[in-house]
């Protein structure tokens, strides 16, 4: 019996042979789902996550509108980046987990560019 697999899953599949976060450059990981976004930093080396931010963290819940995701996505982003910022990780490498690269999850990457991060 032959499982379903979404084109989002073939498409994080090939860019995860790709990219591989290191000790010097993590992985910056970005899930997108109806009402949330989440990014987490992790270094695949170790399988340690060394920075995490969403929604859903207390820093940002408090300020978001409901009918704007964008806008939160944006507040995500520069969070991640103030975190990692904080913890000496100043350059990743964006996996974008099979999304494609519009809307909150380029709102997301730009606004923690902007903060100070570099990918």
Wanted: hydrophobic share 40%.
């Amino acid at each position: 019996m032959a499982h379903k697999i979404t084109g989002r899953q073939r498409r994080k599949f090939r860019i995860r042979n790709r990219i591989s976060g290191t000790t010097e450059r993590p992985r910056l990981s970005v899930f997108r789902s109806a009402r949330h976004i989440y990014a987490q930093v992790v270094d695949d080396v170790t399988g340690a996550t060394l920075a995490a931010a969403s929604t859903l963290s207390g820093d940002v819940k408090g300020t978001l509108s409901e009918d704007d995701k964008t806008d939160a996505a944006k507040k995500v982003g520069a969070l991640i980046a103030k975190i990692c910022l904080e913890k000496k990780v100043e350059k990743v490498v964006f996996d974008r987990n099979g999304f494609l690269y519009h809307g909150r999850v380029r709102a997301l990457a730009e606004a923690a560019r902007a903060a100070g991060l570099q990918f």
